[in-house]
């Protein structure tokens, strides 16, 4: 599986979007990129996955530029709720029977 | 509907004890996995059950750690002789089917284990 770099932290305010970028230089032909959220005391969540260009949820935003070395999360409006830690994954969708490698994650703090 | 339980949410050891974390995945999900997570990091790959078969066991940090799915629906992760460098928190996550074009997993709460 491919190695992700991530910020380690981001602070936010209410209202305003925030743009979580990872990269991860080494990514292979078949490599998707997955983003998870991880609240306190709670598992991860799944958010979205891409391959190229861009995705769109009803959570989150994912641009994947056409080198496809890094790609951005973007979290529009965000609230007090989306305080968590945001993690980048990247690997093939058959590798090792899906199971998930996490890096240390991007911790996003929202204030009033 | 239900998500993936795990019990007991809080779990105190002393070192020595043997350990029984319990998961209960979504009912009719063919994939499990377990996972460890250290204070302040993100989750590590410990094991995997397709039905009851445990296919990939290659994450499990010593022989101290055993998993078993033996119906292919409930899991429990046993840790013997607990030592204080297993104290983290174990995460079971399960999904519908076996590895496709989707890397969602579905995560229960987690067990907090504390040996101490």
């Keep these: 599986l491919a190695k992700t770099t991530q910020p380690i932290s981001m602070d936010s305010y209410e209202g305003q979007e925030v743009n979580i970028t990872c990269s991860h230089n080494n990514i292979a032909t078949n490599d998707y990129i997955t983003w998870y959220q991880q609240f306190p005391s709670q598992g991860p969540r799944f958010i979205i996955q891409g391959y190229k260009t861009k995705v769109t949820n009803e959570v989150a935003s994912l641009f994947i530029p056409a080198d496809r070395k890094s790609s951005t999360l973007s979290l529009p409006r965000v609230s007090l709720s989306d305080t968590a830690v945001y993690y980048c994954l990247v690997g093939p969708p058959t590798d090792s029977w899906g199971k998930l490698q996490f890096g240390a994650g991007t911790q996003v703090v929202v204030t009033p | ?116």
């Design chain 2, 1 to 116: 509907g239900a998500g993936v339980s795990q019990s007991p949410r809080y779990k105190v050891a002393k070192r020595g004890q043997d350990v029984a974390l319990r998961c209960d995945p979504i009912s009719g999900h063919v994939s499990l996995f377990w996972y460890q997570q250290a204070l302040g990091q993100g989750p590590e790959f410990l094991t995997y059950f397709q039905n009851e078969a445990q296919l990939d066991k290659s994450g499990l940090p010593s022989d101290r750690f055993f998993a078993e799915r033996p119906e292919g629906s409930v899991s429990t992760l046993k840790i013997q002789r607990t030592q204080q460098e297993d104290s983290a928190v174990y995460l079971c996550a399960s999904r519908p089917g076996p590895a496709g074009d989707s890397y969602e997993q579905y995560f229960g709460p987690g067990t907090r284990l504390t040996v101490t």
